[in-house]
């Protein structure tokens, strides 16, 4: 089990990139790497001899392996703490998985893997707890804040473009008989009435004739939704169709972006591998390259590399020539504070430390500079440093002052932010954008936001002017026959056709025993519409908002239907998970979709008590 155990670290570690040091291990004794101090020793050699040394606990090895790595400017071993994880040995899993969260207490895979052991033991309020902490390190993770922001804006585009389409298609479904009755009126008032719905269909599929897909369809939704329905349906159905086109452009956009964004930028991409010791040849060619062509963020990043890499002098040439054209780079000035520190040149690291305590004022750079300070025995200046940094974050100097060296300071990890910007630079996500839109706006609409936007709203518009030009066809509420002053001159009004007037208004003028079979049909025509809208209410979403009357719970209900069965369907994200974030992805996005079904339910149940209470 121990031979294993080693073996699953060690393939942790070759994840990495890490350079050939097996046979240094061979060939040498652990006692003779963790001492020899030679210029070219990188940093990640340092943390592997440190992990494989020979001798003291577990706990000893995590302790000096993370010391390192926080001397290094790898706060994060993420390679290890992943080969932890994968142990598989029950009585340990605890004591692994705590061990992964220090040597990596941003990788929220560790965190998951904590909390997964506690729950398991009963625990559940310390598990709850690591949960929610795994839940924070994912912003200061990359790819798991790549992951999450990835999945989070797809499920949000399918919400908005799915709820919005299914909303505008419902709104001209409602007023399609009508629509069809009036178009044929055009032509003849005895056209018959499956002409009538002939020409209405040709009409509406004409422009996915003409090649633009789905989003033809919504034309004619739009038109007969604006033509057939009451000032509110108006005002949403245009709400739904800003709706479309933002979910179908930019957060579409966002989410293409999110996934295309590691490997948009190739000195991002080399980049990360670099703050995490796993560059390949061909990344350190491409920011020389990069560098050359005059990429700041390139000469960084190699200076970086060269300090990691035991390479000193190159390291101190490469920050200072930085510094001499950006002397306003805290990074910069800790790092040459540091090397100096390191060097014995302590009236100089302090300058450097108080230049970066002055632009940033990190509870890491005060500590450094309290270890210089005590270095040169200005006790009350360290006393009052060390404390300012307690003050800024407690737990960490706890942490750093527990190694009890003198000659220890710790290294600031590569900005990531300078990163994170540039890597959506070269991502559009346009690609993705396009690959969906296809399948549903293949023509001239799905070409451009202005495109659909401008062909739907001219169509809004249109409709517009065309309902006041003519008197539409309603529909009875009593007893549903269609009601047309074309057609009949006796119109009581829009709502209720003369039958039911006189029925229900003026009881007098009819025959009682007429007028109580009339009831009788008119209340079992009730009942089998009411079980049918009880089951339509309830099966279908967005059907309670229309029948109530409220076309913005229609909307909105829909839209959360969409988003909880998206969020249910990627609930392991739209990419699988890198080894970064673990159950805690899936767990999050499980508790939105439920928030999400919650809301539908809510907004379904608004709905049907519109209906029931007008």
Known sequence: MRFRGRLVVLIGFLGFSVPAWGSAIAGQSAENLLTRETAAVSAQEKIEQAWFAPGGSGAERVRRTRRLGLEAGQANLEGPARALIALEDPDQNRLHAEWAVTL?????????????????????????????????????????????????????????????????????????????????????????????????????????????????LLLGGVGIGVLYGGPRDRLVLGLAIGLLVLGFFPILRMAGATVEALDADPVVHAGLAVTRNAETAAQVDALQEAERQGDSLAARLLAFRAMRHGQVEEATDRFEAILAADSGDPFVLMTLGNMAFRAGRTAEAIAFYDRARALDESPLVLFDLAQAYARDFHMAEFERTLGRAQVLDPEAVEELSAFGDADFVVQAPFPLEPLRQRMFEGATGEALAQSVRRWFAPGWLGDSARHLAGGLFLVFFVGMLLAGWFQQAGRCSRCGIRICARCDDSIWSSH????????????????????????????????????????????VPGVAGFLGKRPDLALISIVFFWATLALTAFSAGVLPDPLAIGLIGTFGLMMLAVLMGAGYLLTTWRGASSREHP
Do not use: K, M, N
Request: aromatic share 8%.
């Open 496 to 539: 209720v056709c003369d039958g039911c007037h006189q029925l229900f208004s003026r009881p007098q003028g009819t025959d009682p025993q007429l007028r109580v079979q009339r009831l009788g049909r008119l209340r079992e025509r009730e009942q089998r519409i009411g079980r049918l809208h009880a089951f339509l209410r309830w099966g």
């Open 104 to 216: 990596a207490p941003d990788l929220p895979l560790a965190h998951a893997a904590l909390a997964q052991v506690l729950f398991a033991e009963g625990e559940y309020r310390e598990a709850l707890i690591r949960t929610l902490g795994g839940a924070q390190a994912i912003p200061r993770h990359v790819e798991s804040r790549l992951w999450l922001g990835g999945t989070l804006f797809s499920v949000a585009s399918a919400a908005l473009i799915l709820g919005a389409l299914v909303f505008i298609l419902f709104s001209g479904l409602i007023g399609f008989s009508r629509a069809a009755h009036d178009l044929g009126d055009l032509l003849s008032r005895r056209t018959p009435g499956f002409a009538r719905v002939a020409l209405l269909l040709a009409l509406v599929g004409l422009p996915v004739a003409l090649g633009e897909g789905l989003a033809g």
